[in-house]
Each structure stands twice: as C-alpha cells, then as structure tokens.
C-alpha cells in the first residue's frame, strides 16, 4: 500500500489534508474492500470516463455511427494522438462547399 496525501476544500472552508492508504494491486484493494466495491467503483469511473470520451466526438461533429465505431476500440486512461495542423485543416475543409473551399485555398495560390 502506498499512503498518499489528500487535500480537500469546500467553498470558504479551510482545506483539510489527510493521509490515506491506497492499494496498489487490485488484488489488494478486492481483499481489502471486497469484490462488490471494487468492481463498483470501476464500473462508476469506466461510465465516466466513456462519457467524457463520447463528448469529445460529439462537439467535433462526429455522428453517432462513428461514436459507436470508435467506442468498439476505445481503451480507459489511453489518450489518443492528437490531430495535426494538416489533419485539422483537411477536415475543416472537408466540411465547407465548393465554393467556400477554392475561395479560401485561392488566397494561398
């Protein structure tokens, strides 16, 4: 077990800081708090975490479909590449009209 330090603080009230033992196993932690908590407790972050995840889609303008797709391979606490200067540009100028396009690309000509 390690014993790690938390702060907290609520509105004008002073922080409390306390010490606490956290496991480093889940082996341990199931022993400890039992099969129930454990499996609870992760099942409560993993849902969290997915939403976050799905959120992030859904104000890039990714469809449902897509979502589902990307949900099917999607792993908790592993952050994926960000996009590049180039793949933000393309998909920003995938999504104009013709028109729009060769205006803006006409300026760089």
């Known amino acids: 077990m390690a014993v790690e330090t938390i702060s907290?603080?609520?509105g004008d009230l002073e922080a409390v800081v306390i010490q606490f033992e956290i496991d480093e196993a889940i082996?341990?932690?199931?022993?400890?708090y039992g099969h129930e908590?454990?499996?609870s407790r992760y099942?409560?972050?993993?849902?969290?975490?997915?939403?976050?995840?799905i959120r992030t889609k859904l104000?890039?303008?990714?469809?449902?479909?897509?979502?589902q797709t990307s949900v099917d391979s999607w792993k908790?606490?592993?952050k994926s590449r960000p996009k590049s200067a180039l793949e933000?540009?393309?998909d920003f100028l995938s999504k104009l009209t013709d028109e729009q396009r060769d205006e803006i690309l006409g300026r760089y000509s």
């Open 8 to 10: 907290t603080k609520t």
């Open 27 to 32: 082996d341990d932690a199931t022993a400890r």
């Open 37 to 39: 908590v454990v499996h």
């Open 43 to 53: 099942k409560a972050q993993l849902i969290i975490d997915l939403q976050a995840f």
């Open 59 to 67: 104000k890039a303008g990714i469809d449902a479909s897509t979502i």
């Open 76 to 78: 908790p606490g592993v």
């Open 88 to 90: 933000k540009a393309d």
